[in-house]
């Protein structure tokens, strides 16, 4: 069951950052987009208070494979402010979204699971884990066809966490902070409790 979500949860004050990184992204301060997208800079600096040893750097990379990652959530002492990581080093690749992109298929999950198929085979890494910020679950709409799901990407090795629940998408797009705070007076968001269960996950050895 959802809860409504509150002004003082972690989840909210993550849309409110992302919004507010996006919009410093946007005007043009190259330095910040060197770091990554708005969304993965947010859920990286938020694992990091709570002493994660997560990558620092976007667009990491695991020996045996050219594929460039999000975040990597790293064994105990290994460096986090490395490029590339051996394999045994890694404890879990997380994919990190906004949120879900339509199309004809079902191309969303489709696409993160042949990441991670590729990734297992060609670093032998096998734990995974897609954080979606936000998406469209909410009545009166049904929820969003093309959502991340763990049955949709199909893998066991593979969590998805949803941190937000929605009854729309708003007008004024994700990254508008003005739209954020109109569907939290609204009462059009819920807190899912997937960002508690991502900590849980991701303590688990």
């Known amino acids: 069951m959802f809860k409504q979500l509150k002004k003082e949860d972690e989840e909210f004050q993550m849309l409110l950052e992302v919004a507010e990184e996006y919009s410093k992204q946007k005007s043009g301060d190259t330095s910040r987009k060197k770091s990554g997208n708005a969304t993965e800079i947010v859920i990286r600096n938020h694992l990091l208070k709570r002493e994660f040893n997560v990558t620092l750097n ?14 990597l959530l790293l064994k105990p002492n290994v460096d986090s402010n490395k490029l590339t990581y051996a394999p045994n080093e890694v404890d879990t690749v997380l994919e990190i979204k906004n949120n879900a992109v339509g199309g004809p298929e079902d191309i969303p999950n489709k696409k993160v699971k042949d990441i991670f198929d590729e990734l297992e085979r060609d670093t032998e890494v096998n734990r995974f884990a897609v954080v979606v910020l936000s998406e469209t679950l909410l009545p009166p709409r049904k929820p969003y066809k093309w959502r991340y799901t763990e049955e949709g990407i199909g893998k066991k090795n593979c969590r998805v966490f949803t941190l937000v629940a929605r009854k729309k998408y708003p007008k004024g797009g994700l990254y508008k902070k003005d739209a954020i705070m109109e569907m939290l007076e609204k009462e059009e968001m819920r807190r899912t409790e997937d960002w508690d269960q991502l900590l849980k996950y991701l303590q688990e050895k």
């Open 58 to 71: 976007p667009n990491v990379k695991i020996q045996g494979s050219k594929r460039k990652n999000d975040i």
